[in-house]
């Protein structure tokens, strides 16, 4: 869920969806940080001092002023090999968008409720990551609190397609465990800061319609995406994450695209065991935008990331109202291919995950 702006969207994209600058070879100089920082100076733009990656959330996201182009969101997924639910709070300033979605793989079932909330009102996120957040209003609750293991993530529904609905997890944040924080900086009075969590071991259950769906075993993990910035209007981006056991290794995909390139940073990472790689370059995005359900291949210009994702659902979200237009093909499906690090080349094949074709004026 992460957009682009200003001179970036003057780069020309091919027609498959692959943009022309992506094919460059030089690695990026991206900064690593290790001390808490704040990622606005006082008059609100950003502190350059706040600019790089980490691999654990260090960022006061202190955002004032600038109504209306302020966004935040705190978006949760949990997937396992037949189910994925998701839930999400977000604030853009002159409106508020909760939105739970459910899809059953084995079924090839998928089903959403989103709640406009005027002016964002309830819709309260904090500066940092790990900060309880929660909603309460019109038929739905969602919590997400920070627990000693992790976080406790509860969704409750009135009417879900009409009938009620009940989610409880418990997301877990293993000791040690590293995370792809990133500033993305457009320029001073445009910038995001984003936390990406993978590989997050996750329990719990939905309980809808008469049914109870179990999400528990080797293969369910939960995935965080965190969103925190000033945004331009109009943004176009790609966004691929996964999460699953691979030949007794536990891997993590967080692959970014478009709103990026151009500005020295990514928010591009591959999670082994827990550590985390980062991919300073800019990624290959090639896929059929008159026809998203056809493979796609993401890869690296250093051979870093050689990836085929090969989509089996599709979710679109569109809308079309005063101040905002989106439209989002989320394809859920499988990676296979492969992702080196300085431990080697690690084998991918049929990895749970998403790639997002995304465009908005917001």
Same mark, same amino acid.
């Given at each position: 869920?992460?957009?682009?702006?200003?001179? *970036?969207?003057?780069?020309?994209?091919?027609?498959?969806?692959?943009?022309?600058?992506? %094919?460059?070879?030089?690695?990026?100089?991206?900064?690593?940080?290790?001390?808490? &920082?704040?990622?606005?100076?006082?008059?609100?733009?950003?502190?350059?001092?706040? &600019?790089?990656?980490?691999?654990?959330?260090?960022?006061?996201?202190?955002?004032?002023?600038?109504?209306?182009?302020?966004?935040?969101?705190?978006?949760?997924?949990?997937?396992?090999?037949?189910?994925?639910?998701?839930?999400?709070?977000?604030?853009?300033?002159?409106?508020? =968008?909760?939105?739970?979605?459910?899809?059953?793989?084995?079924?090839?079932?998928?089903?959403?409720?989103?709640?406009?909330?005027?002016?964002?009102?309830?819709?309260?996120?904090?500066?940092?990551?790990?900060?309880?957040?929660?909603?309460?209003?019109?038929?739905?609750?969602?919590?997400?609190?920070?627990?000693?293991?992790?976080?406790?993530?509860? &969704?409750? *529904?009135?009417?879900?397609?009409?009938?009620?609905?009940?989610?409880?997890?418990?997301?877990?944040?293993?000791?040690?465990?590293?995370?792809?924080?990133?500033?993305?900086?457009?320029?001073?009075?445009?910038?995001?800061?984003?936390?990406?969590?993978?590989?997050?071991?996750?329990?719990?259950?939905?309980?809808?319609?008469?049914?109870?769906?179990?999400?528990?075993?080797?293969?369910?993990?939960?995935?965080?995406?965190?969103?925190? %910035?000033?945004?331009?209007?109009?943004?176009?981006?790609?966004?691929?994450?996964?999460?699953?056991?691979?030949?007794?290794?536990?891997? %993590?995909?967080?692959?970014? %695209?478009?709103?990026?390139?151009?500005?020295?940073?990514?928010?591009?990472?591959?999670?082994?065991?827990?550590?985390?790689?980062?991919?300073?370059?800019?990624?290959?995005?090639?896929?059929?935008?008159?026809?998203?359900?056809?493979?796609?291949?993401?890869?690296?210009?250093?051979?870093?990331?050689? =990836?085929?994702?090969?989509?089996?659902?599709?979710?679109?979200?569109?809308?079309?109202?005063? =101040? +905002?237009?989106?439209? +989002?093909?989320?394809?859920?499906?499988?990676?296979?291919?492969?992702?080196?690090?300085?431990?080697? &080349?690690?084998?991918?094949?049929?990895?749970?995950?998403?790639?997002?074709?995304?465009?908005?004026?917001?």
């Amino acid at each position: 869920m992460v957009p682009v702006s200003r001179g *970036i969207l003057n780069a020309r994209y091919a027609i498959d969806g692959a943009p022309s600058m992506a %094919g460059r070879k030089e690695m990026l100089s991206e900064k690593e940080l290790t001390t808490p &920082v704040k990622l606005c100076r006082a008059d609100g733009r950003l502190n350059a001092e706040s &600019v790089g990656w980490s691999r654990t959330p260090l960022h006061t996201c202190n955002l004032n002023g600038r109504w209306p182009r302020k966004k935040r969101w705190n978006y949760w997924a949990i997937t396992t090999e037949k189910y994925l639910f998701s839930a999400t709070i977000s604030n853009v300033d002159y409106s508020g =968008l909760v939105f739970v979605y459910l899809a059953d793989f084995a079924n090839d079932l998928f089903h959403e409720t989103t709640l406009i909330v005027p002016l964002g009102r309830g819709c309260d996120l904090p500066e940092t990551v790990n900060a309880d957040v929660h909603f309460a209003g019109k038929g739905i609750c969602v919590e997400m609190l920070q627990i000693e293991s992790g976080v406790e993530l509860n &969704v409750a *529904i009135d009417d879900f397609e009409g009938s009620p609905l009940s989610a409880h997890f418990i997301n877990t944040m293993p000791p040690g465990h590293e995370t792809l924080n990133v500033v993305i900086p457009w320029d001073e009075c445009t910038f995001q800061f984003t936390s990406k969590q993978n590989t997050l071991p996750a329990e719990g259950t939905v309980e809808w319609g008469g049914a109870t769906m179990h999400f528990s075993g080797a293969q369910s993990f939960a995935c965080l995406d965190y969103g925190r %910035g000033i945004w331009p209007r109009d943004c176009v981006w790609n966004w691929g994450s996964a999460s699953g056991r691979q030949n007794g290794r536990t891997l %993590g995909l967080n692959l970014g %695209g478009q709103w990026t390139d151009g500005t020295g940073y990514t928010e591009n990472g591959i999670c082994v065991d827990g550590r985390l790689a980062k991919i300073s370059e800019y990624l290959r995005w090639e896929y059929d935008k008159n026809n998203f359900n056809k493979p796609w291949r993401i890869s690296a210009p250093s051979g870093a990331v050689d =990836l085929t994702f090969t989509p089996f659902m599709e979710r679109v979200a569109a809308s079309n109202l005063w =101040l +905002v237009k989106s439209e +989002v093909h989320q394809m859920f499906g499988h990676y296979d291919g492969t992702v080196t690090t300085e431990d080697g &080349v690690i084998p991918v094949q049929k990895l749970l995950g998403w790639a997002e074709d995304h465009v908005a004026k917001w």
